[in-house]
């Protein structure tokens, strides 16, 4: 167990770079969205007129053949379906790149990150055997793999976007009194949908750039088996956002997986990472005393957190009962298959926890 306060620091700064990849992605993708509704908020008030003047002259709300007969109306549907499908192909490019980006630094850092964990007088020769290992032809497969994963993601976005802007259309909003205000709520309920569609573009640029990063990770652990022993799942549990880690993330926390699982599967927008773990030093021949490690007990991080942060973690229920010892760390994560992703782990519900401690009574 020598994952040092080096290793920490490498893994954090390799984990920032990415996160910051993750980030400069969504700050791209939100700026294009913004601009782009700018672009169409005219035709959208234009269409909105004309639709709310017939609704009011009718006293009801357009059926579906009403409103496609209303010309502005679909004037600003064709405008917006354009600039979904340039949005979507823009979502796509930006978060292909971010995923890159992470990949290429992942690959960078993994020889210093594994090597930081032997003394001294082997750093150097590790990080090049280990350097060595990490194929950029394997890259490539992964940065094919993860472009495929994205455009999967990222298909489908702005057909959804455009069918929840017609289906707003459709079901309209009360007409009331002033029409005005009924303007106003329609073009609202227009945007929350095309913003709908940013908020996935978003959330899809996060979370792909960071499953890039633990796709690429896991592979330069992979190939270095032979210096090392499983990985270990690493969640926030020190410092001022420890609080703001979840049930689940706390408690796989420090827990030690084999190389050949993937991981860490932590929730979308999770911001766990995965450190590699190297062999005891004698079983790699190197016959000097290993320092402890490094990496934070969570029960210790756990105790250092006021009571207040401690209730923000768990919920005052989660809490009582594992202080209490009826349900035990282990129990706070289950995993979710996902259908539209990746497996998971999150919070198990309180539900099922209170089962899980009655049963044991
Ligand atoms: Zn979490």
Not at 131 to 150: F, G, K, M, N
Not at 235 to 255: E, L, Q, Y
Not at 307 to 313: E, F, G, I, Y
Not at 350 to 357: E, H, K, Q
Request: charged share 20%; net charge positive.
């Amino acid at each position: 167990m020598a994952v040092t306060s080096r290793t920490l620091q490498l893994i954090r700064a390799m984990r920032a770079a990415v996160g910051g990849f993750a980030d400069n992605a969504v700050r791209d993708l939100t700026a294009q969205w913004v601009a782009a509704w700018d672009r169409l908020a005219p035709t959208w008030l234009q269409a909105v007129d004309v639709l709310v003047a017939w609704a009011v002259a009718h006293g009801r709300w357009p059926t579906p053949v009403e409103l496609a007969r209303m010309g502005p109306v679909q004037q600003a549907l064709a405008d917006t379906d354009e600039t979904l499908d340039t949005l979507g192909a823009a979502t796509t490019a930006t978060v292909v790149t971010a995923a890159g980006l992470a990949i290429a630094a992942t690959a960078a850092a993994e020889p210093d990150v594994i090597a930081s964990q032997l003394p001294a007088a082997y750093r150097q020769n590790t990080r090049e055997r280990v350097a060595e290992q990490i194929l950029p032809s394997a890259l490539d497969v992964i940065r094919t793999r993860v472009t495929q994963a994205i455009t999967a993601q990222t298909r489908p976005l702005s057909a959804d976007a455009s069918a929840a802007i017609r289906r707003e259309l459709v079901r309209g909003v009360e007409l009331g009194t002033n029409p005005t205000e009924t303007a106003r709520r329609t073009l609202a309920a227009v945007q929350g949908r095309f913003e709908g569609g940013a908020a996935r573009a978003t959330n899809i640029a996060r979370t792909e750039t960071l499953d890039a990063y633990r796709t690429a990770s896991r592979y330069a652990h992979d190939a270095n088996a032979d210096v090392l022993e499983g990985w270990v799942w690493l969640a926030t549990v020190t410092g001022k956002s420890a609080p703001r880690t979840c049930p689940s993330c706390w408690a796989m926390h420090a827990t030690v997986h084999d190389l050949t699982e993937a991981g860490p599967l932590d929730h979308q927008s999770g911001r766990c990472v995965r450190a590699p773990k190297v062999k005891p030093w004698r079983a790699l021949g190197i016959n000097l005393n290993e320092p402890a490690g490094s990496i934070p007990d969570r029960q210790a991080a756990f105790d250092a957190l006021t009571d207040q942060q401690q209730t923000a973690v768990l919920g005052t229920a989660r809490l009582a009962l594992l202080r209490a010892g009826r349900i035990d760390w282990s129990d706070l994560p289950v995993r979710r298959d996902n259908p539209a992703w990746r497996p998971s782990y999150v919070p198990r519900p309180l539900g099922d926890l209170n089962r899980i401690a009655d049963q044991r009574r």
